[in-house]
């Protein structure tokens, strides 16, 4: 197993609240780009930026661009065990998220995902 995707390198990485935020977020979402995820956590952009490179560079997420967009989903490339964490995770913490998926439903003028998307 690569360290990239021990567990002693997801917890670390997943060991910041906003991270955990986003990337559950994410996972419940299926994809959502920067502007999304700005707009329900409140947090300032180079915040949220920051935090993304941090995922993507430990492997929890990858990213594609359309456009001018630039979505995040989990990286399918993640070990089982770590999807299932993932998914435990979200399950059990649905009223933690609450608030952040009011603001994301409450977003107008979300951008439109191409129907042919990965």
Known sequence: MPDLFSPP?????????????LTLLILREGELCVC??????????????????????????????QGQWIYYRINPALPDWAHQV????????????????????AMGDRPQRASTCC
């Open 86 to 105: 993932l998914d435990i995770t979200l399950q059990a913490n649905q009223p933690w998220l609450h608030s952040d998926a009011l603001r994301l439903g």
């Open 36 to 65: 999304e995820l700005i707009h329900a956590l409140g947090d300032s952009q180079p915040k949220i930026s920051r935090h993304l490179a941090q995922l993507r560079s430990c492997g929890v997420l990858v990213d594609r661009r």
């Open 9 to 21: 390198a997801l917890f670390k990485c997943l060991a910041d609240p906003t991270r955990v935020r």
